[in-house]
């Protein structure tokens, strides 16, 4: 019982952190997961409550979508996040993640410092910037950060990031959940209290985090963002340097 206990109580966390940042239950599930379980199987666990805090954070904030780009970066994003993903076991590798650690350390160390670099918001700079932090993004297995660290380049509003970084990770959710279903669908069966706890964490959370969107200056905002990014580059260059 307290295996999904925990999980529960950090879920909370991670769906919060989620409904501010974009990102985030991936990147902090999964990892408690890997003391018990083999990747494959964490992260098809993970991809339960992933979902379902995705749909509800969707739903809460589908009016704050900025449509152009949801239609070109979004879009993008999740189609190279799926190619990516597809593509890592041939091409994933240590050197790879450590240089998208690095990435994400500039991207936050620069809204952290408040210098932040703009991207154009052309149709060219959205489809090139979502393909491109998609694929590397599947490549590593963190798409979230990546997205979001592009996002952050197209000076959305807050509110906006969010919802369209999330209406992108809804389409990776809804091609990626049914694979994991038959493919693992032994594993997600026997881990019905592990996941059904993440699961009510991740939307406790997300209740408890939309409501700050409207409640932090847009500068804090980015600054908060950015720190994130800086963690989750550490984090990930830890996990692939150290054995």
Request: hydrophobic letters at 60%; a positive charge; charged letters at 10%.
């Amino acid at each position: 019982m307290m295996e999904p206990l925990a999980f529960g109580l950090l879920s909370v966390f991670a769906g919060a952190v989620a409904a501010v940042s974009g990102f985030g239950i991936g990147s902090l599930l999964t990892p408690f997961l890997l003391l018990s379980f083999p990747a494959a199987e964490a992260v098809a666990i993970v991809a339960v409550p992933h979902a379902v805090a995705t749909t509800v954070r969707f739903w809460r904030l589908r009016a704050d979508i900025d449509m152009p780009t949801f239609r070109q970066f979004g879009i993008a994003s999740a189609v190279g996040g799926l190619a990516g993903a597809s593509l890592q076991p041939a091409l994933g590798s240590e050197a790879l993640t450590v240089v998208l650690a690095v990435l994400l350390l500039a991207a936050g160390g620069s809204e952290l410092l408040r210098r932040p670099v703009p991207l154009p918001p052309t149709p060219f700079w959205r489809l090139l910037g979502g393909t491109l932090s998609g694929v590397f993004g599947g490549l590593v297995g963190n798409q979230g950060g990546l997205r979001a660290a592009a996002l952050l380049g197209f000076q959305l509003q807050t509110r906006a990031l969010v919802a369209t970084a999330t209406a992108s990770a809804l389409l990776v959710d809804a091609a990626r959940v049914p694979i994991y279903l038959v493919a693992r669908g032994s594993v997600i069966a026997a881990t019905v209290p592990i996941w059904a706890a993440g699961t009510v964490g991740v939307v406790v959370g997300t209740f408890l985090g939309v409501p700050l969107l409207g409640r932090v200056p847009p500068q804090l905002y980015r600054q908060l963002v950015g720190g994130l990014l800086v963690l989750l580059g550490i984090s990930l260059a830890f996990a692939a340097l150290v054995p």
